[in-house]
């Protein structure tokens, strides 16, 4: 890390003062602006000309739930925590305790360091240290880079142990196509097929068509409305450089398209729904990952990171001009 990028970073010497979604670096180009938190390398504002593409946070706040975050080495739930590789049990700390399951990852609440930063791009990294749930040492890296496409976050996870390590990723950003909530907003994404889960855990049971449930069969621009979606979709329609996109857009015509490639098959898409009002549906998370939930148990999707092999997965969110 550069003398520079350590100087550009917030000073704080003084810990009861740092802000508690960590340290912050805010980067920018040609009317994008992007401010990413150290907690969880949370992507914490991203804005075009002054416009809310996702949903923001304050810095001295604690993130809510996992608005932003970067999930690996599993991005959703593990069912119970518990799954099986080469032969092994292992069970994981059940962080969705609710619904007694693994959700989303070790790394979400880790304080990620610096190691790049210009006037456009930051990198951030941390290491998954090896634990009765995960025995694997897993370097990450997630570089944020403005341009005139929009945000790009990429994240890069290399196998530092000796054994081959279960691994996924995606984000969990929450868009915002203008004003007014998930239930004014227009939804338009390809896929042709959904996960169905179980309505009190959310486990996964089954990938159905579309068709069986109109209501999620979004490959034409529709309105939300008051829909409810917390579901992962398949079967996802690329283009012919193999990236396909999730389009938002309000009446106004403003808008937000989050665009992925095939190293994400996976679209998790939520509609946010929360007890408190002032929370409920006011963004659509929308999720590329690399694999379905459960994949730890499944092995349906899942990357097998060998011993000092890499991973990467990349996605851009970029505005849509009314």
Same mark, same amino acid.
């Given at each position: 890390?550069?003398?520079?990028?350590?100087?550009?970073?917030?000073?704080?010497?003084?810990?009861?003062?740092?802000?508690?979604?960590?340290?912050?670096?805010?980067?920018?180009?040609?009317?994008?602006?992007?401010?990413?938190? !150290?907690?969880?390398?949370?992507?914490?504002?991203?804005?075009?000309?002054?416009?809310?593409? +996702?949903?923001?946070?304050?810095?001295?706040?604690?993130?809510?739930?996992?608005?932003?975050? +970067?999930?690996?080495?599993?991005?959703?739930?593990? +069912?119970?925590?518990?799954?099986?590789?080469?032969?092994?049990?292992?069970?994981?700390?059940?962080?969705?305790?609710?619904?007694?399951?693994?959700?989303?990852?070790?790394?979400?609440?880790?304080?990620?360091?610096?190691?790049?930063?210009?006037?456009?791009?930051?990198?951030?990294?941390?290491?998954?240290?090896?634990?009765?749930?995960?025995?694997?040492?897993?370097?990450?890296?997630?570089?944020?880079?403005?341009?005139?496409?929009?945000?790009?976050?990429?994240?890069?996870?290399?196998?530092?142990?000796?054994?081959?390590?279960?691994?996924?990723?995606?984000?969990?950003?929450?868009?915002?196509?203008?004003?007014?909530?998930?239930?004014?907003?227009?939804?338009?994404?390809?896929?042709?097929?959904?996960?169905?889960?179980?309505?009190?855990?959310?486990?996964? +049971?089954?990938?159905?068509?579309?068709?069986?449930?109109?209501?999620?069969?979004?490959?034409?621009?529709?309105?939300?409305?008051?829909?409810?979606?917390?579901?992962?979709?398949?079967?996802?329609?690329?283009?012919?450089?193999?990236?396909?996109?999730?389009?938002?857009?309000?009446?106004?015509?403003?808008?937000?398209?989050?665009?992925?490639?095939?190293?994400?098959?996976?679209?998790?898409?939520?509609?946010?729904?929360?007890?408190?009002?002032?929370? !409920?549906?006011?963004?659509?998370?929308?999720?590329?990952?690399?694999?379905?939930?459960?994949?730890?148990?499944?092995?349906?999707?899942?990357?097998?990171?060998?011993?000092?092999?890499?991973?990467?997965?990349?996605?851009?969110?970029?505005?849509?001009?009314?």
């Amino acid at each position: 890390m550069t003398d520079a990028a350590v100087a550009s970073a917030t000073d704080l010497t003084d810990a009861s003062v740092l802000p508690l979604s960590g340290l912050q670096y805010t980067i920018s180009h040609d009317g994008y602006s992007a401010t990413i938190a !150290s907690v969880g390398a949370s992507l914490r504002i991203l804005t075009w000309n002054g416009r809310d593409l +996702v949903v923001p946070f304050d810095a001295d706040e604690v993130r809510p739930g996992y608005r932003g975050a +970067v999930l690996a080495p599993w991005p959703n739930r593990v +069912v119970d925590g518990s799954y099986t590789f080469d032969g092994v049990d292992y069970q994981l700390p059940l962080t969705e305790p609710s619904r007694s399951h693994a959700l989303h990852g070790l790394v979400c609440w880790t304080d990620w360091t610096l190691q790049a930063r210009s006037a456009d791009s930051v990198t951030l990294g941390t290491t998954i240290v090896p634990s009765d749930g995960y025995p694997h040492r897993i370097a990450l890296l997630v570089t944020y880079s403005l341009s005139d496409d929009g945000l790009t976050s990429t994240v890069t996870a290399q196998n530092l142990g000796a054994g081959t390590a279960p691994y996924g990723t995606g984000p969990h950003p929450y868009l915002v196509a203008g004003p007014g909530v998930v239930d004014d907003w227009t939804l338009e994404f390809p896929a042709a097929a959904y996960l169905t889960v179980t309505p009190d855990r959310l486990s996964p +049971v089954a990938t159905v068509p579309v068709e069986t449930t109109p209501e999620f069969d979004f490959r034409a621009p529709r309105l939300i409305g008051d829909t409810f979606i917390d579901h992962a979709f398949a079967a996802i329609a690329r283009q012919a450089d193999g990236s396909a996109s999730v389009t938002l857009t309000s009446p106004a015509g403003t808008g937000v398209r989050m665009s992925f490639g095939t190293e994400l098959p996976w679209l998790q898409v939520h509609t946010a729904d929360r007890p408190a009002p002032e929370r !409920s549906r006011i963004g659509l998370a929308v999720e590329p990952m690399t694999c379905p939930p459960d994949a730890f148990s499944t092995g349906e999707d899942l990357v097998l990171l060998a011993p000092a092999a890499s991973h990467s997965a990349a996605w851009t969110i970029a505005a849509i001009q009314a």
